[in-house]
């Protein structure tokens, strides 16, 4: 028996721990923090980020020696027939044993190849550089991406909040008139009208519902959590309202993504110095060890042994091929002409984009204080009207446009603070100052 409640406990304790944490709060850094965590697009960059800092070696750029060790062992059977002018010293016999026996362990490096490992060196170096700034550009927009998510949940929240004020205004409007037919002072049309109204908002707010949980579900697949997660979110639209053309101007040149692609340029400048060497000599030095050893039971010679050090030097020069270094050179300036273009167009594209992002940021919160305005002055125009209604001072259509235009102020502010918020993200994002 005690042994049955002991595992009721631990039930009841893991469903309390699984119920506590499904309803857990989030607030934006939260957020933020599980998804550069776990999103699946980081991990990649990542991965391709520590290759190329794998491969950022003087080994693979083939600047350090290569050393090999090699053996061979042939055991033969032959059959020897040799005739000399001694006929005592003929030899004629069948299956004869033999080996060759060689082994040794050779050492090459390069001395000289027109710098073309110095130059190797540096394009993996810039490789390096490169997917490092790609995965600054990935946590960036992932970062972003959560941010604008998050706030549209709570943009969304805010609708539904609208709604719902707006239906307890609907379902006061239904009591009164309730009241009211049942004292005689109002008739069946009254009723319905009211009823149709209230229905109406509340299947607007039952598909906003699905609304919110489908933007949730977009936050949480960003986060790479649990599309059924049942977060509290904590934070609300708060807009930065101090941000400068000229400042997030003046930072955008350390934006990753330029430097990503500054770092292209330069893998292709070293491709060119690669490229280039091939035109050059190249000066290898040899060195190590030899063993050859041969063995037979018969014939001219039963044993034959040779082992040592050995050293040399390698040089190579090239003649003719066909022109292919030439042209693989040309190809190489072309592409760091390219490279060099991709880098404007990127610099001009984030240009655009910021002077965009600006003038929506300029435009809302120059906008945000007349809605403000405008929604306490529909939320009073409401309440006033209720209160006339219940005088019997306003009818069901003075209500039903008070209703509309609080709903209609409430939205408006509401997308407008959300969009100066996404605005300030984004020209965060682009002067590479995003916080969180």
């Known amino acids: 028996m005690q042994k049955h409640n002991f595992i009721l406990l631990l039930l009841v304790l893991a469903f309390s721990n699984e119920k506590l944490a499904a309803q857990s709060n989030l607030s934006l850094k939260d957020a933020v923090t599980i998804a550069l965590q776990n999103s699946y697009d980081i991990k990649l960059v990542e991965n391709t980020a520590s290759i190329a800092k794998n491969n950022n070696n003087y ?65 993996l170096a810039s490789i390096e550089k490169q997917t490092a700034a790609a995965l600054q550009t990935q946590m960036l927009n992932t970062t972003s991406t959560v941010m604008q998510q998050y706030y549209n ?40 009208q009211s009823s149709l109204d209230l229905n109406a908002l509340l299947q607007a707010k039952q598909n906003q519902l699905v609304v919110v949980d489908q933007v949730k579900a977009d936050l949480y697949n960003s986060m790479v959590v649990p599309s059924n997660s049942n977060y509290t979110f904590t934070d609300s639209i708060q807009v930065d309202q101090k941000i400068s053309l000229s400042d997030v101007a003046s930072k955008m040149k350390d934006h990753p993504l330029l430097q990503s692609a500054q770092q292209l340029i330069n893998v292709n400048q070293f491709l060119e110095k690669e490229t280039k060497a091939l035109t050059y000599p190249t000066l290898r030095a040899n060195g190590g060890y030899s063993y050859n050893s041969n063995k037979s039971a018969a014939g001219f010679i039963l044993l034959n042994e040779s082992y040592g050090p050995f050293l040399g030097l390698n040089l190579s020069i090239p003649i003719y091929a066909g022109s292919t270094s030439k042209r693989a050179y040309k190809n190489a300036q072309i592409n760091t002409v390219s490279a060099k273009i991709q880098y404007d167009n990127a610099a001009q594209d984030l240009e655009t984009e910021l002077f965009k992002t ?70 965060k994002r682009l002067s590479n100052q995003l916080t969180f």
């Open 59 to 123: 080994g693979v750029a083939g600047g350090l020696p290569t050393v090999t060790a090699t053996g061979t062992n042939n055991n033969t059977l032959t059959t020897i027939n040799q005739t000399f002018p001694d006929p005592a010293r003929n030899t004629k016999r069948k299956d004869v044993d033999g080996m060759t026996l060689n082994g040794g362990m050779t050492a090459s490096m390069i001395l000289f190849n027109g710098y073309r490992v110095a130059a190797t060196k540096d394009r």
């Open 153 to 192: 949940v709570i943009r969304q929240a805010a609708f539904l909040k609208t709604l719902e004020k707006s239906i307890e205004a609907s379902e006061q409007r239904v009591a009164i008139v309730k009241t009211r037919e049942a004292v005689g002072v109002a008739n069946q049309t009254d009723l319905l």
């Open 358 to 427: 600006y003038q929506n940021y300029q435009n809302s919160l120059k906008q945000t204080p007349i809605e403000i305005q405008n929604y306490q002055m529909s939320e009073a125009l409401l309440a006033l009207v209720m209160e006339k209604f219940k005088l019997g001072q306003a009818t069901i259509v003075d209500v039903k446009q008070a209703q509309q235009s609080f709903e209609t102020a409430g939205f408006r502010l509401t997308s407008l603070k959300f969009t100066a918020k996404i605005a300030e993200v984004e020209l």
